[in-house]
């Protein structure tokens, strides 16, 4: 059984950083399409960015620039570097795996980690 593990969240200032980490275990070959969402209290779960198995990304509008994504295909992680964080960037970060092929050959269409809280205090 596939499971995604979120790392990194926390509390801090305007202006700083953090790195997030999502962990993909279980019998996986492969995952197609591996994502941040967020979301904040009120509204939407958001894309954040997206990163393919090839590399390609995906980032929302008011995050390029300072969220750079990044995965390890071989141990299937990702990370998201969070820099110039403001307060709207508060919000539980969600990783998002879509795409999975087990070497099974069981096919998970798409799997969800249980959130990690980032607060940035203004």
């Known amino acids: 059984q596939v499971q995604l593990v979120e790392s990194g969240g926390g509390l801090v200032q305007a202006g700083g950083s953090l790195r997030l980490s999502c962990a993909a275990s279980?019998?996986?070959?492969?995952?197609?399409?591996m994502g941040w969402y967020r979301q904040a209290p009120g509204k939407q779960r958001e894309l954040v960015a997206s990163?393919?198995?090839?590399?390609?990304?995906n980032y929302l509008d008011s995050v390029k620039g300072r969220f750079p994504i990044s995965r390890t295909n071989a141990k299937n992680t990702m990370y998201l570097q969070m820099n110039s964080l403001k307060p709207e960037d508060t919000g539980v970060y969600y990783c998002?795996?879509?795409?999975?092929?087990?070497?099974?050959?069981?096919?998970?269409?798409?799997?969800w980690g249980q959130g990690t809280q980032v607060t940035v205090s203004s």
């Open positions: 998002n795996a879509r795409g999975i092929t087990e070497y099974s050959g069981r096919y998970v269409a798409q799997d």
């Open positions: 279980g019998s996986i070959f492969s995952i197609n399409v």
């Open positions: 990163i393919t198995s090839g590399g390609n990304t």
